[in-house]
């Protein structure tokens, strides 16, 4: 049904996948960028369903719950509980995410390193911390509004010097057109 959906909104937009995901790669975290507005969710989500990669993105777990909580699982969120873990804290979302990864045989992560639909100048490194860790690569997943393309980018793996790494991602960024250009990547 979802993928009939989206082929469907596809369509009927003039877009166009770039499907270019690593054959039996079954763990990663995906970036997806730019993130400059409230329509990137719909395309992105299309465009993984018709890529038939199984993304999947984090929510607290207390939005998820009666019909919301249906309806956010279906489009593929997953929850974060920030249980109490030994020491008496609660755990990060970066830890959490790092256990489900470590915890399954395949999960794809989704994230968005600007955090915001605004311009930023820094994107927060939550996502390299959680790939380092869990020891699976970061894959870019872009929307390019001005070619009307969604697709996957550059693929890398962590190797500890994340400022560079991060750099590299970011240059990828600097060819892809958000939905309001003038809070692309810096």
Known sequence: MMKLLSRFVFWI?????????????????????????????????????????????????????????????GLGAISIDRKRIPGGRKQTYTEAMVNMLKEREELVIMVTPEGTRSAVKKWKSGFYHIALEANVPIIVGYLDYKKKEAGIGPCIYPDGNMDAQIEELKVFGRTVTGRHPEKGIV
Do not use: C
Not at 46 to 67: C, S, Y
């Open 13 to 73: 937009s003039g877009w166009t996948l770039n499907d270019q995901w690593p054959k039996g790669l079954k763990k990663a975290v995906l970036i997806a960028i730019p993130h400059t507005s409230n329509w990137d969710i719909l395309y992105a989500r299309a465009a993984f369903f018709l890529m038939d990669i199984p993304v999947r993105f984090t929510i607290k777990k207390e939005v998820m719950v009666g019909p919301l909580g249906w309806l956010l699982s």
